[in-house]
Every structure is written in structure tokens, then in C-alpha cells.
């Protein structure tokens, strides 16, 4: 906690010191130190000391001497999977898995609110104070891995179906729920320029999705429970 506390306080102090100097090449120096301060504190944590890590670390060491065919049985997604087989056979040390999914978490993020943020590092406080974006992240692995793949098929690949194509298939062999970006690859061409039109359609898209939502998730009973347990995001 009291990392976390200095966390907050350093971006602010980079921030004003950004504010100070007013010059872009410091102060993107300036955003390259608070994005390795903030990914020390997210990469050397305590797994154990997060709800649901300690099965992640079961499945990486289960990895270890399982062969490829194995990971299509695991109980998660054959992405993530995939990531525990090829980072185990590298070094079979837990940690690591930790900070590679963490700079690749953290990297993103970093990367495109310095591309696109107004404000960086008022940006960069706002996710580490919002609950949902770093602390989640500490333990909500494959989501936030699929999110990374999502973030970059609509930053980067906006303009190429085929690479966006790819991008969302990576995500959702991270985590089922990226299924629902699927759609936007047909939605995002649409081009309506009457405003009723326009509402009609998105009423229409509501009721479509509400009706198939159900059928969706039933496709992966995996994912019924987020929806089955009261609290769950």
C-alpha cells in the first residue's frame, strides 16, 4: 500500500515537473520514468497476495511437463495457455510470466496515452487510482491481456480489417469475453447519416444483442459464471 501511495505521489511530482520545464523531449523523458516506476510496482508484486493467482501459477508450473496437445484440455483459454507453455520452457520461474504480462499490460498503455492523451500523466493517475484499470490488472490476467489486443486493433489496425481481424482473434484466445469486438469489424463501415436512421439502427442493434447474447455465452460455459454470480464484473 504504501508503494502504491509513492506511486501516486511521484506521477504527480513528474508532472509538475513536465509542467515546469514545458519542454516535449524531457518531458516524454520524464513519461519513460514514470512508465518503469509504475511497471516495477506492477511487475514486482506478490502473486499470492491477489485473488485468483494462485491458479495461474498452478497452471504455469502444470506446463512445464505437459506437451502441446495438453493445453487444448487446460481450463483456460489455449492463448493464455500458450503464453505459460512458451514462458515456462524459457525459465520455469513463475516471476517472469508476471513481468512479461506486465510490461506488455503496462507498455501498452503507456504507449498509446502518450500518443493520444492530451494530458499523459494526468491519464497515467487516473489508471492507477481507477480500481478497475490497475488494480484489476494485478490479477485479471486475461482480460487485460485481451484488452491489450483490443486497444491496439482500434489504435493501429483501425484502418485494416484483415489486422484487426487478427488482433481480435489473439484477444479472444486470451479471454472468450473479446468475442463481443467481433461485430465492430462490419459495424465500422456502416456510414448513416440520418439521424433517425441512425437511432432505429442502434435500437434494433440493442435488441439484437440482447437476444444473442444469451445464445453467445452459452457457447462457452467458462464464461456463464460471469454472469451467474452476484458481483462479478
Not at 511487475?43 to 497476495?49: I, L, N, V
Not at 512445464?64 to 481450463?75: A, G, I, Q, T, Y
Not at 483501425?158 to 472468450?176: P, Y
Request: one cysteine or more; glycine letters at 2%.
Amino acid at each position: 500500500m504504501q508503494f502504491y501511495i509513492i506511486q501516486i505521489l511521484f506521477i504527480v511530482f513528474l508532472a509538475f515537473c513536465s509542467k515546469m520545464v514545458k519542454n516535449k523531449g524531457i518531458t516524454r523523458i520524464l513519461f519513460v520514468v514514470s512508465f518503469l516506476f509504475v511497471l516495477i510496482g506492477h511487475a514486482f508484486r506478490d502473486p499470492y497476495s491477489f485473488p485468483d493467482n494462485e491458479r495461474y501459477i498452478e497452471t504455469f508450473y502444470y506446463c512445464k511437463d505437459c506437451n502441446f496437445k495438453d493445453l487444448l484440455f487446460l481450463p483456460r483459454e489455449l492463448g493464455f495457455n500458450l503464453l505459460n507453455f512458451v514462458v515456462v520452457k524459457i525459465y520455469p520461474w513463475h516471476e517472469i510470466l508476471y513481468w512479461v504480462i506486465s510490461f506488455f499490460i503496462i507498455g501498452i498503455f503507456f504507449k498509446y496515452t502518450w500518443k493520444y492523451s492530451y494530458m499523459p500523466f494526468l491519464s497515467v493517475l487516473i489508471f492507477l487510482c481507477y480500481h478497475t484499470l490497475y488494480y484489476q490488472s494485478l490479477f485479471v490476467l486475461r482480460q487485460h491481456l485481451a484488452q491489450c489486443f483490443i486497444f491496439i486493433a482500434l489504435f493501429k489496425y483501425n484502418k485494416s480489417s484483415i489486422k484487426m481481424l487478427c488482433c481480435f482473434v489473439v484477444a479472444f484466445l486470451l479471454h472468450s469475453s473479446a468475442i463481443i469486438f467481433f461485430p465492430y469489424l462490419w459495424f465500422r463501415k456502416l456510414k448513416i447519416k440520418n439521424f433517425f436512421k441512425t437511432m432505429v439502427t442502434i435500437f434494433l442493434l440493442v435488441i439484437l444483442f440482447n437476444i444473442l447474447i444469451g445464445k453467445v455465452i452459452a457457447l462457452f460455459p467458462r464464461f456463464q459464471q460471469y454472469t451467474e454470480v452476484e458481483g462479478n464484473n
